[in-house]
C-alpha cells in the first residue's frame, strides 16, 4: 500500500485520520506520517489496510491497472 493509496481509500470511505487510526489501533500521528510518505512497520501496515479492506480493494501498478495504484469501492457482493 503507497502512502497515496492510504490517503485515496481513507477519502473513498469517508474516515478521518482519527477515525482510522482508532480503528486500526495507531495513532493518528502514525497515519499522517504514513500518508505523508514516512516508513512503518508492517503490522502497521497491515492493520490500516485490514480496516479499510472492508470497503475498498487495493489496485497495484501493472499491466491491469495502466494508471498506477489506486483504489475502488468494493461491490457489496463481495
Do not use: C, H
Not at 6 to 23: F, P, T, W
Not at 46 to 57: G, Q, T, W
Amino acid at each position: 500500500m503507497k502512502p497515496i493509496q492510504l490517503k485515496m481509500a481513507r477519502a473513498a470511505v469517508g474516515l478521518g485520520v482519527r477515525e482510522l487510526a482508532e480503528k486500526a489501533g495507531v495513532t493518528a500521528n502514525t497515519v499522517t506520517r504514513i500518508e505523508n510518505g514516512a516508513d512503518a512497520k508492517q503490522s502497521t501496515l497491515d492493520a490500516l489496510r485490514a480496516v479499510l479492506e472492508r470497503e475498498v480493494i487495493f489496485l497495484e501498478d501493472g499491466a491491469t491497472t495502466p494508471g498506477g495504484p489506486g483504489v475502488r469501492m468494493r461491490d457489496r457482493q463481495e
